[in-house]
């Protein structure tokens, strides 16, 4: 098992009582998104927010980075300097979206002796590496600027890959190709919609088109109200002959 998933959540906008909106851990050290509740979802299953280390955003809508502020709150709270927290999201906004939150904090009032975190502007196409993790990218088709991230563990080439929300785009087929993972948004349930719905989401049909012609192993459907999950996942399992599935709360995958 060379690398593991652990999801936090996996619903749309608004969070259900037993689960937030997507987000997930990968080898305990890499956050994707915070979801609402990230400190609270993290220690639940038994991962110490302190060792986060690399915190990943796809895009900067309310719902993927809510609970950024009670992350680095809880991490001051227990004297760490938050430059061991690096934080990766579109170039466009992310330098924005920390500073809001060092601000909104206070940081620089109340813990002055403390570190600012490490902001990591990532442009589409751009690639990055860490201990032993290559990241590679790839523009999502949202209203605002998004990333698809395909992560690859080093020593052993296996790859997965995550949408956040994202229309039908197909340079992401290209761009997923080798993953034996695909953790894509499916925010449409079985409605058809064009690659140019005004939401910028998809179907669970267009995730099974991805999933069908980058030839992945396993297909995740996430970001959906709990309503469309049983209808959707019926649907991609008629239309993707592998395995499909959609992530309840604390539960990991292997790869
Ligand atoms: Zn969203
Ligand atoms: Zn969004």
């Not at 403390?114 to 590679?136: F, Q, R």
């Amino acid at each position: 098992m060379d690398i593991t998933v652990k999801f936090l959540g996996s619903n749309d906008a608004v969070p259900d009582v037993d689960n937030d909106t997507v987000s997930f851990v990968i080898n305990d050290r890499t956050l994707v998104d915070t979801g609402w509740c990230a400190v609270h979802n993290l220690r639940r299953n038994g991962i110490d927010p302190l060792e986060i280390d690399h915190l990943l955003f796809t895009h900067f809508h309310q719902d993927h980075y809510l609970s950024l502020p009670s992350l680095l709150f809880y991490w001051v709270m227990n004297g760490k300097n938050l430059e061991g927290l690096r934080i990766l999201g579109p170039a466009a906004e992310v330098h924005q979206v920390v500073k809001r939150t060092v601000d909104f904090l206070q940081l620089e009032r109340f813990f002055p002796h403390l570190s600012e975190p490490i902001v990591i502007p990532i442009e589409a196409g751009d690639t990055y590496e860490y201990g032993d993790v290559k990241l590679s990218t790839c523009a999502s088709k949202h209203t605002v600027p998004a990333l698809c991230y395909k992560y690859t563990h080093k020593p052993s080439g296996k790859q997965i890959s995550f949408t956040g929300d994202t229309a039908w785009h197909p340079p992401i087929v290209e761009h997923v190709k080798g993953s034996s993972l695909l953790i894509h948004e499916a925010s449409m349930g079985t409605q058809e919609v064009a690659p140019d719905n005004p939401y910028a989401h998809s179907s669970a049909m267009d995730a099974v088109r991805v999933a069908e012609a980058a030839g992945v192993d396993k297909l995740c459907l996430v970001h959906a109200r709990t309503a469309y999950i049983d209808d959707s996942l019926k649907r991609a399992r008629q239309l993707f002959s592998k395995e499909v599935f959609w992530p309840r709360a604390g539960q990991e995958v292997h790869v």
